[in-house]
């Protein structure tokens, strides 16, 4: 923690206080469990987009035979 930091800066890290969207009456998920949620999502999203380049690659390389 910065000793120089304002009051709302020093909240940071560990100490920062944990944001919940919706009350935890409804939402029974535990940090592990929304984190792992979280990392299927972007792994999910990756993956789309890997897919997406791979796509476009080999379609440029069939273009570009095509002019050849």
């Known amino acids: ?3 120089y930091a304002k009051p ?3 909240k940071v890290g560990a ?5 919940s ?6 939402d029974k998920r535990t940090r592990k469990e929304r984190q792992a949620e979280k990392q299927a999502v972007a792994a ?7 897919s997406a ?5 080999q379609q440029l ?3 570009l035979e095509e002019g050849a």
């Open 21 to 26: 969207h919706l009350p935890s009456k409804i």
């Open 53 to 57: 380049r791979q796509n476009l690659k």
């Open 44 to 50: 999910e999203r990756r993956a789309i987009k890997k």
């Open 61 to 63: 390389h069939e273009e």
């Open 1 to 3: 923690m910065d000793p």
């Open 8 to 10: 709302d800066e020093r």
């Open 15 to 19: 100490q920062r206080p944990k944001i």
